[in-house]
């Protein structure tokens, strides 16, 4: 039987015990047992992807089938609920999210929606040559793109296919393109990344970007060692050898994941998200959506809701809203990562939502 239970609908049983649903809010922000206010939400609008990084999904991956992805009617529905809940952060993700036909007409749709403060993106870059104009036409303020190395013959390796310079002419044109933010996230591991860690900060400080290094964590198709893992301090310590003491800064958004740094000469900042040896559960603020529909509390949760049924048009928005209250409310302390309990969850990244 799988890990994974998936709430489907008619609610008849609630998977929380009932002296915990007694105390659950009815009203106000989404906060879970922890006390936790959940404002962000990641939503995932295709499982598909142009690439087949190693850290992410297998080589001989099945997507879904098209028609079983959310239709922008339910994406827009969820976030317009999502609003009255107190979520006013989003960012779309995939898969890779550009694969996603008239993405550009999801993005103007969700930027009209009153209450919505922030909108993202998170991509590999390889459709950034067609579509960052249109995306920033579209009203999208923020980019995070994907970029693990600049070298062709290492981003292949990882990736298992070409397209470093596809990425990379995104990115220039990207800029062009007046986005407010665009950062690169970059994932390390041990004995392979180390010779690319200066050259992408080298690059982001050259270009202006922020970049952030992420830890490598359980949640692709390969097996995970964790001596594969570059941690951030291990990393944070390469960079100060080429680029002198590194400053913590405080960030903006205190849920933000990762933790910021400023370079010895003011040119520029770097950041660390370290899921694995500096988990930020604690501080964690958000839900994911997957392309099907499911809903999830946590990128590790081995539990998922069904909420497809209640983004249609004649559903009970009351019935929804409750959904998402009870699935904040049965939030994990923490993903255990770091604990011989740990259960990886049954889908991998891509099918997750990035």
Same mark, same amino acid.
């Given at each position: 039987?799988?890990?994974?239970?998936?709430?489907?609908?008619?609610?008849i049983?609630?998977?929380?015990? %009932?002296?915990?649903?007694?105390?659950?809010?009815?009203?106000?922000?989404?906060?879970?047992?922890?006390?936790?206010?959940?404002?962000?939400?990641?939503?995932?609008?295709?499982?598909?992807?142009?690439?087949?990084?190693?850290?992410?999904m297998?080589?001989?991956?099945?997507?879904?089938?098209?028609?079983?992805?959310?239709?922008?009617?339910e994406?827009?529905?969820?976030?317009?609920?999502? $609003?009255?809940?107190?979520?006013?952060?989003?960012?779309l993700?995939?898969?890779? =999210?550009?694969?996603?036909?008239?993405?550009?007409?999801?993005?103007?749709?969700?930027?009209?929606?009153?209450?919505?403060?922030?909108?993202?993106?998170?991509?590999?870059?390889?459709?950034?040559?067609?579509?960052?104009?249109?995306?920033?036409?579209?009203?999208?303020?923020?980019?995070?793109?994907?970029?693990?190395?600049?070298?062709?013959?290492?981003?292949?390796?990882?990736?298992?296919?070409?397209?470093?310079?596809?990425?990379?002419?995104g990115?220039?044109?990207a800029?062009?393109?007046?986005?407010?933010?665009?950062?690169?996230?970059?994932?390390?591991?041990?004995?392979?990344?180390?010779?690319?860690?200066?050259?992408?900060?080298?690059?982001?400080?050259?270009?202006?970007?922020?970049?952030?290094?992420?830890?490598?964590?359980? $949640?692709?198709?390969? =097996?995970?060692?964790? %001596?594969?893992?570059?941690?951030?301090?291990?990393?944070?310590?390469?960079?100060?050898?080429?680029?002198?003491r590194?400053?913590?800064?405080?960030?903006?958004?205190?849920?933000?994941?990762?933790?910021?740094?400023?370079?010895?000469?003011?040119?520029?900042?770097?950041?660390?998200?370290?899921?694995?040896?500096?988990?930020?559960?604690r501080?964690?603020?958000?839900?994911?959506?997957? %392309?099907?529909?499911?809903?999830?509390?946590?990128?590790?949760?081995?539990?998922?809701?069904?909420?497809r049924?209640?983004?249609?048009?004649?559903?009970?928005?009351?019935?929804?809203?409750?959904?998402?209250?009870?699935?904040?409310?049965?939030?994990?302390?923490?993903?255990e990562?770091?604990? %011989?309990?740990?259960v990886?969850?049954?889908?991998?990244?891509?099918?997750?939502?990035?």
């Open positions: 039987m799988s890990s994974r239970s998936i709430h489907t609908l008619p609610l049983t609630d998977p929380l015990p %009932a002296n915990r649903l007694l105390t659950m809010p009815m009203s106000g922000p989404l906060v879970d047992t922890f006390g936790r206010v959940h404002d962000h939400i990641r939503i995932s609008v295709t499982d598909r992807c142009n690439l087949r990084c190693t850290y992410c297998p080589e001989d991956v099945t997507f879904q089938p098209t028609e079983t992805l959310l239709r922008f009617d994406i827009e529905r969820m976030v317009r609920i999502g $609003i009255d809940l107190g979520i006013t952060q989003v960012r993700t995939g898969g890779e =999210p550009l694969l996603r036909k008239n993405l550009p007409e999801l993005v103007a749709r969700l930027m009209r929606i009153p209450g919505l403060a922030d909108l993202a993106l998170t991509t590999n870059g390889m459709l950034l040559p067609e579509l960052a104009r249109p995306l920033a036409d579209a009203g999208l303020p923020r980019l995070n793109v994907s970029l693990d190395t600049l070298d062709p013959v290492r981003f292949r390796k990882l990736a298992r296919r070409d397209g470093l310079e596809r990425v990379l002419e990115l220039t044109i800029q062009s393109c007046g986005f407010r933010s665009i950062k690169l996230n970059a994932v390390a591991i041990r004995n392979f990344s180390e010779p690319d860690l200066p050259a992408l900060a080298t690059y982001a400080r050259k270009q202006g970007f922020e970049l952030r290094f992420i830890e490598y964590m359980p $949640i692709g198709a390969e =097996p995970w060692d964790r %001596a594969q893992m570059l941690s951030a301090q291990a990393i944070q310590s390469i960079l100060e050898s080429e680029f002198g590194l400053t913590p800064i405080p960030d903006a958004d205190p849920h933000a994941p990762a933790q910021e740094f400023a370079y010895a000469d003011g040119q520029g900042r770097v950041g660390f998200i370290a899921s694995v040896t500096q988990p930020f559960c501080r964690c603020d958000r839900i994911r959506l997957t %392309a099907d529909g499911k809903l999830r509390n946590c990128l590790f949760a081995l539990e998922e809701t069904d909420i049924p209640w983004l249609q048009p004649d559903s009970d928005p009351a019935q929804l809203q409750l959904l998402i209250r009870q699935s904040v409310w049965a939030k994990w302390e923490g993903h990562i770091n604990s %011989a309990r740990f990886r969850p049954d889908r991998t990244m891509h099918a997750i939502g990035g």
